[in-house]
């Protein structure tokens, strides 16, 4: 963490820090501290001072700072070891390709305020609004096969869902394969990209996008149909950086939960939240359409379905639809 990031932790910490503390803890003059403070103020952060409590946070902005979210999330495992936050990209999965072809380290974190290219899943756009979402891709580098890296799209799905209930005190259920729904709408979906040789993976992004304060005319007509925000289903806006620290600190659990074995496990919560387990559905992938019950998951993350004919059939992708 940098110094920025550290003096906002300790703000967090402590409500009330002199200069001359931060100054002897961070081994800098009480000058070089107030040039920090006036950075953080230049950022967003009202940041008080007065003669007797010192420094105190009042308020952070709804803008996201990577020294901030570091400075929230305090030391983690994996993801979240880096943060990098970008005005506008084309798509974080492509920044996040080019550090890992670059030998980044697995858990590297990019946000972009808005994206101009977000892609979803099968060639689909993805809409990406300044300030209204989390856009984010994330590195990791697990030790799995590539059939398992489904795996990881589960314990993601899981480990958002979590982290917005906790947030906004709504439950999203989760619609076979990976996305987050509030009603019968969208509003958080992961595209999960890797990278393999024939027995193990090189490197997986996984790219999760969140509708957090999109207003519902802020949807194209037909998008408003499927899609919704967090801020329609609470009727409130949702403070980004809370969110995004959240989701990440259960995604660095989840991912923990995976390298230790404990798939299963993460199935278990995954398959709770999961409307599709149960239900008749067919599942259109290009040209092909499969009707069946979906059962369960295996232990490889892909989906076990009961065709009509008695079969049991895995699938790892595609578009479900719920039989009424
Ligand atoms: C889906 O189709 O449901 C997946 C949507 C994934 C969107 C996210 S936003 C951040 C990352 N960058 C992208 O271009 N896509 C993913």
Same mark, same amino acid.
């Given at each position: 963490?940098?110094?920025?990031?550290?003096?906002?932790?300790?703000?967090?910490?402590?409500?009330?820090?002199? $200069?001359?503390?931060?100054?002897? =803890?961070?081994?800098?003059?009480?000058?070089?501290? *107030?040039?920090?403070?006036?950075?953080?103020?230049?950022? $967003?952060?009202?940041?008080?001072?007065?003669?007797?409590?010192?420094?105190?946070?009042?308020?952070?902005?709804?803008?996201?700072?990577?020294?901030?979210?570091?400075?929230?999330?305090?030391?983690?495992?994996?993801?979240?070891?880096? /943060?990098?936050?970008?005005?506008?990209?084309?798509?974080?999965?492509?920044?996040?390709? %080019?550090?890992?072809?670059?030998?980044?380290?697995?858990?590297?974190?990019?946000?972009?305020?808005?994206?101009? %290219?977000?892609?979803?899943?099968?060639?689909?756009? *993805?809409? #990406?609004?300044? !300030?209204?979402?989390? *856009?984010?891709?994330?590195?990791?580098?697990?030790?799995?096969?590539?059939?398992?890296?489904?795996?990881?799209?589960?314990?993601?799905?899981?480990?958002?869902?979590?982290?917005?209930?906790?947030?906004?005190?709504?439950?999203?259920?989760?619609?076979?394969?990976?996305?987050?729904?509030?009603? #019968?709408? %969208?509003?958080? $979906?992961?595209?999960?990209?890797? #990278?393999?040789?024939?027995?193990? @993976?090189?490197?997986?992004?996984?790219?999760?996008?969140?509708?957090?304060?999109?207003?519902?005319?802020?949807?194209?007509?037909?998008?408003?149909? /499927?899609?919704?925000?967090?801020?329609?289903?609470?009727?409130?806006?949702?403070?980004?950086?809370?969110?995004?620290?959240?989701?990440?600190?259960?995604?660095?659990?989840?991912?923990? =939960?995976?390298?230790?074995?404990?798939?299963?496990?993460?199935?278990?919560? *995954?398959?709770?939240?999961? &409307?599709?387990?149960?239900?008749? @559905?067919?599942?259109?992938? !290009?040209?092909?359409?499969? =009707?069946?019950?979906?059962?369960?998951?295996?232990?490889?993350?892909?989906?076990?379905?009961?065709?009509?004919? $008695?079969?049991?059939?895995?699938?790892?992708?595609?578009?479900? &639809?719920?039989? %009424?």
């Amino acid at each position: 963490m940098n110094v920025a990031a550290q003096i906002l932790a300790a703000l967090r910490q402590q409500d009330g820090v002199s $200069g001359a503390d931060l100054a002897l =803890r961070f081994g800098m003059s009480r000058a070089a501290i *107030w040039a920090h403070i006036e950075e953080l103020r230049e950022s $967003g952060f009202e940041i008080e001072a007065s003669p007797h409590r010192g420094y105190c946070l009042i308020t952070a902005p709804d803008r996201l700072l990577a020294d901030d979210l570091m400075a929230r999330l305090g030391p983690m495992d994996v993801i979240g070891r880096d /943060i990098r936050v970008f005005q506008e990209t084309n798509s974080t999965n492509d920044v996040v390709e %080019k550090l890992a072809r670059d030998g980044v380290a697995e858990g590297v974190v990019v946000f972009a305020e808005a994206q101009s %290219k977000g892609r979803g899943r099968l060639g689909r756009q *993805w809409l #990406s609004p300044a !300030g209204k979402g989390l *856009w984010f891709s994330i590195l990791l580098r697990p030790d799995l096969r590539p059939q398992e890296a489904t795996q990881l799209t589960v314990a993601a799905a899981t480990a958002v869902a979590r982290a917005i209930q906790q947030q906004t005190g709504v439950t999203p259920e989760i619609k076979w394969p990976n996305d987050l729904m509030i009603g #019968s709408k %969208k509003v958080c $979906g992961i595209l999960t990209e890797l #990278s393999a040789e024939l027995d193990h @993976v090189k490197y997986i992004i996984l790219g999760i996008g969140v509708d957090v304060n999109l207003a519902s005319d802020e949807f194209p007509s037909e998008l408003g149909k /499927i899609a919704t925000s967090l801020r329609i289903a609470t009727g409130r806006l949702i403070p980004r950086p809370e969110l995004a620290a959240a989701i990440l600190q259960e995604l660095d659990r989840e991912y923990a =939960r995976i390298l230790r074995g404990e798939f299963t496990a993460v199935a278990d919560e *995954w398959a709770q939240r999961c &409307t599709t387990l149960g239900q008749l @559905v067919t599942i259109r992938l !290009g040209d092909r359409a499969l =009707r069946g019950r979906a059962e369960a998951l295996d232990e490889s993350g892909a989906l076990l379905l009961r065709t009509e004919h $008695g079969r049991l059939e895995r699938v790892i992708g595609g578009d479900v &639809t719920v039989e %009424k």
